[in-house]
């Protein structure tokens, strides 16, 4: 990069740390640490979410999975068809639930509802599969920052941990939260100024779209992932991401975290349903992208042959580092980085939220009495989970899966097992403790058996599979074993019927305009695979 690049690239990261420190001088207690003080707006919290989603990982790996990954295509799209639907099951099944606790932890529901056991399982759970996935994204980050500085991956990762752990132990949420604001318009801007580069590139010569048509199909009815072979299907990608995401945004502490820092559940229902509106434009840019890459490596064998004997994901980094201008280099490097740590930043604020809360607090409760005492061992143990990330990320580096399938595969081998619990417990009144974790472990075991075993079963079934294992075993463990103790105060019946005064989902608009934006996504994406289509078909 030039100089004006680095000056950018610095000035921001400088920026950003400087924005944690400024934030941390709110911060009284735990509560300013980890909820913002509960009085964050919707629109905040969902542009947040938005970020962590679409972050480093999907601009990375979507356009090279896209252009490159062997049946890759854009039918990357049919991921973004479950998120409206998911939205308005996470609003009304357990938006209502979450609100009613007092801590900042989600896994204070388990206990509640079923014993302190069930809620150490459930956080221990989380904090496994939340440490592993932030690894992939620290390695993803890292990977950008290798390609920039020409240095070994293993050295990026160290400069990026540090960068990422100092601005969130020093600011909490706050910091966050801002942040992936400000990370969210660098991307998208970045990403833009990149498209357009690459499509003038290509002269408007459209014979260099003459890629293979199949990666052209953004919906494919032909396979259902159970023992075909085939991942990217219509039916386990919008089956296995409705479990996927109604576990990610509802159950999984790093995103459920901010829905407990809205001020009440309508304001926290409003943060969902403009999530769901916001995501499918920005997935849709980025396909778009590495359909215009596909073309230009076509076109330019140059850039073929720096691509030669590397894993997919080096496609984006190496496109921008290659030929944006100067000054856009720095620009979009930042956007890069901002997209990593918006999904870095939630993932240590969150797996130190559940340690304090969960753990310190289990075993040492007068520590509580202490806040300032409280926060300090807060931000220590952020810094220690970014540790620990760092050294889980040395071992992602030596995988040749795109980043994104990785980190998916890790939330459906989780996600459907977690969200069993909660439902479970929020719709049956009958099911208990006992049940919940033994519904987890097998569901959970069956997942990693089905990894091990039968790779020709899609791992986006995973998340179904498990979900229905944990919560068949659950009811049928809780019917043989008799409860001590049955209670319906916290399932949705029982905090339903203290608050009469919560509105009907069939009554919300919400709830329509999701299910319509849902068909409006799906029409969308079959347009645009007709009219790349129909460009292909013209040329050859």
Request: aromatic share 12%; proline share 3%; with cysteine.
């Amino acid at each position: 990069m030039t100089l004006i690049d680095w000056v950018v690239l610095i000035t921001y990261l400088i920026g950003i740390i400087g924005l944690g420190i400024w934030l941390a001088r709110r911060q009284q207690s735990t509560d300013d640490y980890f909820l913002g003080g509960r009085k964050m707006g919707p629109t905040v919290i969902a542009v947040s979410l938005a970020a962590n989603q679409v972050s480093a990982i999907s601009l990375i790996s979507a356009p090279a999975f896209v252009a490159l990954k062997t049946d890759g295509g854009i039918k990357w799209l049919q991921f973004e068809f479950a998120v409206p639907v998911s939205m308005i099951a996470i609003m009304f099944l357990l938006v209502p639930v979450f609100r009613q606790l007092s801590g900042a932890s989600v896994y204070e529901y388990a206990e509640r509802r079923f014993g302190a056991g069930t809620r150490l399982t459930l956080s221990a759970l989380f904090m496994f599969s939340r440490g592993l996935s932030t690894s992939v994204i620290l390695y993803t980050s890292a990977l950008v920052l290798s390609v920039v500085l020409s240095l070994p991956i293993y050295v990026t990762m160290v400069i990026m941990a540090v960068v990422a752990i100092a601005y969130t132990t020093i600011g909490g949420i706050m910091a966050d939260v801002y942040s992936d604001i400000i990370q969210l318009i660098i991307l998208y801007g970045g990403v833009l100024v990149a498209l357009i580069v690459s499509i003038n590139m290509l002269d408007g010569d459209l014979s260099s779209l003459s890629i293979d048509p199949t990666r052209l199909n953004s919906i494919d009815f032909s396979h259902h992932g159970l023992g075909d072979g085939q991942t990217f299907a219509f039916w386990p990608m919008i089956i296995g991401c409705l479990f996927l995401y109604i576990g990610y945004y509802g159950c999984d502490q790093s995103q459920a975290q901010r829905l407990l820092a809205a001020s009440d559940n309508r304001q926290t229902q409003n943060a969902l349903m403009i999530n769901g509106l916001i995501r499918f434009p920005i997935v849709l840019t980025y396909i778009i992208f590495g359909v215009v890459l596909a073309a230009f490596i076509q076109t330019q064998p140059d850039f073929a042959a720096l691509l030669k004997g590397k894993n997919p994901d080096y496609l984006v980094p190496t496109f921008m580092i290659t030929y944006l201008p100067v000054g856009v280099v720095g620009l979009v490097m930042a956007g890069l980085f901002a997209a990593s740590m918006s999904s870095l930043d939630s993932a240590y604020n969150s797996l130190s939220a559940v340690t304090v809360t969960d753990f310190v607090l289990k075993f040492k409760p007068d520590i509580e009495q202490n806040s300032l005492k409280m926060l300090r061992l807060s931000k220590f143990i952020t810094l220690l989970w970014g540790i620990f990330t760092a050294g889980g990320a040395y071992f992602v580096a030596k995988s040749s899966s795109t980043v994104i399938e990785i980190v998916n595969m890790i939330g459906s081998a989780f996600s459907g097992p977690i969200l069993a619990a909660f439902l479970g417990g929020i719709l049956f009144r009958s099911i208990t403790g006992s049940g919940v974790v033994t519904g987890i472990i097998t569901g959970t075991a069956l997942n990693f058996f089905l990894g091990q075993c039968v790779p020709s079963i899609s791992w986006l079934w995973w998340g179904p599979i498990g979900f229905c294992t944990t919560l068949t075993v659950s009811l049928i463990y809780s019917k043989i074993v008799t409860p001590l103790y049955i209670s319906e105060d916290w399932t949705l019946k029982g905090i339903l019927g203290k608050h009469p005064e919560t509105q009907s989902w069939l009554k919300d608009g919400r709830v329509y305009t999701l299910a319509i934006y849902t068909v409006v996504i799906i029409i969308i994406s079959i347009i645009v695979s007709r009219v790349l289509h129909s460009i292909v078909t013209k040329v050859s």
